[in-house]
């Protein structure tokens, strides 16, 4: 299917969820997770690398935030991501970052990937 002269990723950003009050979209919910999962299976299927995220729509580096990162972090994980972008920082759905939050998700991302290098 790819012949290398034209490299490529295959990404799954735009599979989020959105919230219907405000219609932002929602990172770090079950939908987004399972997306995850499944823009893998489409990747390996396809032998094209995936490009994912994990990354939260909280407003500051509180256990909403946790949450929703570590969510959305298993779920690119698990669904055999290549590339993982905006591991850390990311807040407001990407509209602001916090140092607060890049130091708290450096320990987390060193925990998943010594849990992953592990297994």
Do not use: C
Request: hydrophobic letters at 35%.
């Amino acid at each position: 299917m790819h012949d290398g002269g034209n490299p490529q990723f295959i990404g799954r950003e735009e599979r989020s969820s959105a919230r219907l009050k405000t219609g932002a979209l929602a990172f770090g919910p079950p939908e987004y997770t399972k997306a995850a999962f499944a823009s893998g299976h489409l990747a390996q299927r396809y032998n094209i690398p995936l490009r994912s995220s994990a990354v939260t729509a909280s407003n500051a580096p509180d256990a909403q935030a946790a949450y929703e990162n570590q969510m959305s972090l298993w779920g690119a994980l698990m669904g055999g991501t290549n590339l993982l972008l905006h591991g850390a920082g990311w807040l407001e759905g990407g509209l602001t970052t916090s140092a607060k939050k890049i130091h708290y998700r450096r320990g987390t991302a060193a925990n998943v990937r010594r849990t992953v290098q592990a297994g």
